[in-house]
């Protein structure tokens, strides 16, 4: 049986389409249909019902993507034991990582990881919101925050993005400038629908401020609200590396120097295992190196004092100091 068929039904079955199938795979559509009829005839059973406008797993289809699934999955584990085995980083890493902080600080570094480690592959994933790291079938999703489900993931923090609050020039000059964060109730502020709480908070000193603040525009990225602001339409609470570049040109005005804004923290989630597999602990250590050689930690404040909590593992990954990477010691 080809192995490739294989892969090409897993993927029809998971987007629902040749079309999109195809594209992820890319390969055209009539490739994929080909492959699947030729899976099916091998098979003796059909695999998927077709309509004009959708198409849906067979009960016979149903059963064999369970079982290719987790032989997948067999497959993957056997790889990721045997690359451990001989402490060589190898295969394919799937990260993910939201869209800002890929452009500007991930994606810079990659072509020197790659050279750095020739037999590795890196599949980058750029989305404007987190996704879930076992449902996208990612090794490393990089985002702010926490997630849903701690307890299925280990973390790493990669650094602490400052953030701050600006507008355009032209936005100050004719509506004013706030000069205390409890005038912004008066001012259209551009707001981010990750956060549930429309809180902006602030610290004077040792004095905590909240400010509960409300604008026209909301977006469910930072990119698009740095582009708001940078048009006029209001005041932005934005991370440095994506304000920081507008700033510089004069396109943004930071307000508030005086006081602190929390800072957001950009952590590395991969899945809790028996063992970690070597390619992501010498990703994320290359990072968080790279980020503090390259000066990057003058658009981020970097992380040094925190270690990555991995869990409770058995052992340390010698490839990432600090992290207890749920592995045995090898």
Known sequence: MNLNNIEIFIQVAEKGTFTDAARALSLSPSVVSRRIQDLEQSLGATLFARSTRQMSLTEAGETFFERC????????DAESLVNNLYGKPSGT????????????????????????????RVKLTMNVVPVN????????????????????YAHCDLASAQHLICGSPAYFRQLGTPAHPRDLVKFNCLTHDFYASKEWWFKDLNRDISVRVQGSFQANNSEAL???????????????????????AGNLQVIFREFTVPHEKMRAFYARSEYVPSKIP???????????EKGLCELLYHVTESPCDAGAGRG???????????????
């Open 282 to 292: 010498v990703f994320l250590e290359f990072l968080k190196s790279q980020i503090a």
């Open 226 to 248: 740095r582009v708001a602001a940078v048009s006029g339409i209001g005041i932005a609470r934005l991370p440095t590396y994506i304000a920081s570049k507008d700033i510089a």
């Open 93 to 120: 890493l799937r990260v993910s990582a939201v869209w800002a902080f890929a452009e500007t600080v991930v994606l810079p570094l990659i072509p020197d990881f790659l050279r750095r480690y020739p037999d590795l």
């Open 133 to 152: 790291l076992v449902e996208a079938g990612m090794d490393v999703v990089i985002r702010s925050g926490t997630v849903a489900d701690e307890a299925g």
């Open 316 to 330: 340390k990954s010698p490839a990432l100091t600090g992290v207890r990477a749920n592995s045995k010691t090898r």
């Open 69 to 76: 699934t987790q032989a997948i999955s067999d497959l993957n």
